[in-house]
């Protein structure tokens, strides 16, 4: 099964090739240039590309929120 992620821009290189290597489809944050962008631009974006967010910005470790 793939599932279609989405890298913020906060994560290593190495995320991206492990994702890709076990078959998922990933895009990067800064490839949409959405780098520095307000969280919920970037959480717009993954929900109209239906793609899961992986992300160490702790802002989105509010559930009240996302």
Known sequence: MVVRFKLDENLPRDAEELLRDAGHEVQKVR????????DIRVLDACLIESRILITLDLDFSDIRLY
């Open 31 to 38: 490839q949409e240039r959405l780098e520095g962008s307000a």
